[in-house]
Every structure is written in C-alpha cells, then in structure tokens.
C-alpha cells in the first residue's frame, strides 16, 4: 500500500536515534568482496537512473544510499562535491545514484526528489542534495510539516506533494530498485558503491575515492 502520512512517524524516533548513534563513529571505508560485472549493473530497471556526466565517460559510479542515512550525507556534504568538480564536471565519471531506502521516511524522502526530478535530473540531484544538508530537521518523530516545507521551496503545492507520496507504481519501482541490490549485487549497508563494478563500501573521502577512479582511468 502507499506511503501515508502515520507510516512516517512509526518508528521515527527511533530512526533518529540510531541515526545519531551511527553518526558518532564512522566505520572505515575500505574494497569489499563481490564485484560485480559492469554490464549486469548497468541493466535496466523499474526506475530509469538519475546519472550526471558524460555517458560515454570511461568510469562509471553508482552509489546506493539512504536518504536518512547520515553516512551518507556526510558523502554528499563533504565528498561529492569534490567528485563532481574533479571527475564528473571533466566528462571523466558517470554518476549514477539508485534508491536503498532503510526505512519508509528515506523511501518517502526519495519518491519526493524522483517527483521534482520527473523531466530534469539535475532537479533531482538539487532536492537530493537539499535533503541531505537538511536531514536533522526532517528526520525526526514528526517529518511531515518539515518535509513540506523543504518541497514547497522546491515547487511543489500540498497537493502535488500528497499525490507524489501516494504514488504507488513510483514506491514500487524504488522497491525493486532495492530489492535487485540486495539480491543480485549484495548490498546491505549505505552508501555502497560500485566503480567499474568494483564494491567500495562507507562514507569514502576523497582521498579514498581517488584511489578507486583513477587506477580505472588508467585501465588498470
């Protein structure tokens, strides 16, 4: 059934908590096992992917987060935009992000940025990001008057933003984006990447993201 409106406070405080308990003490990113072939996670999907950068671009990443994940707003806040400047600006990264929702706020969080996002990515990539810097005031015991919030600056009207999260075919197609990661490419943490099909896992800095991009480039 849709997303509603009690769905997002059950379990919202308790969401946080662990959310600040995580914070606390990030694990060290480091290459895990099953990469996974280039091709088979480039196949398509329920949902078409969210990419910035050239398509042709030798390096491809695809990042599974969660939008309450604070692993992963700090990756966005603090990494991304490096990234962005160094790899993806100079047509040398693809950037795919895909949905893997830990709990029905992220999914709602999600469907919302696919809603703004529907005909410009780069949309999509600002309400993600907006979400991210903003994720301590709407992921908490009562998200929904924040959350409202944050989509009017983006545009929308109370109404557009009820009808996106009652959007069952868009839930579901982030279901199955999630639910093929965890099944054929074995994710079970965010945010989980995948460079070249090569698996990184945790919030990696710069550094460490150099590291995986440019031993690709050099096609070694």
Not at 47 to 57: F, I, Q, R, S, T
Not at 79 to 92: L, S
Not at 159 to 186: P, T
Request: contains cysteine; aromatic residues 8%; glycine residues 6%.
């Amino acid at each position: 059934m849709p997303i509603d409106r009690r769905e997002f406070c059950q379990g919202a405080a308790t969401m946080v908590l662990a959310a600040a308990l995580g914070a606390s003490a990030l694990p060290l990113p480091a290459q895990a096992a099953n990469d996974v072939s280039a091709a088979e996670l480039m196949k398509p999907d329920a949902l078409p992917d969210m990419g910035l950068g050239d398509a042709k671009a030798p390096v491809t990443i695809v990042e599974y987060a969660s939008m309450t994940c604070p692993h992963c707003a700090n990756f966005d806040e603090i990494t991304f935009p490096e990234i962005k400047k160094r790899y993806i600006d100079t047509g040398k990264v693809r950037f795919i992000l895909r949905e893997f929702p830990l709990d029905p706020l992220a999914a709602a969080a999600f469907m919302l940025a696919r809603c703004a996002g529907e005909k410009d990515t780069g949309k999509y990539y600002a309400m993600v990001e907006t979400l991210f810097r903003q994720q301590n005031q709407w992921a908490v015991a009562k998200p929904i008057p924040p959350l409202l919030a944050i989509s009017k600056q983006a545009g929308f009207t109370e109404q557009s933003f009820d009808a996106c999260l009652a959007n069952q075919k868009l839930l579901d197609g982030i279901e199955s984006v999630r639910k093929r990661a965890m099944d054929a490419f074995k994710v079970q943490s965010t945010p989980t990447f995948f460079v070249n099909g090569t698996r990184y896992e945790g919030a990696l800095t710069i550094e460490q993201m150099v590291k995986a991009i440019d031993p690709q480039l050099a096609g070694k």
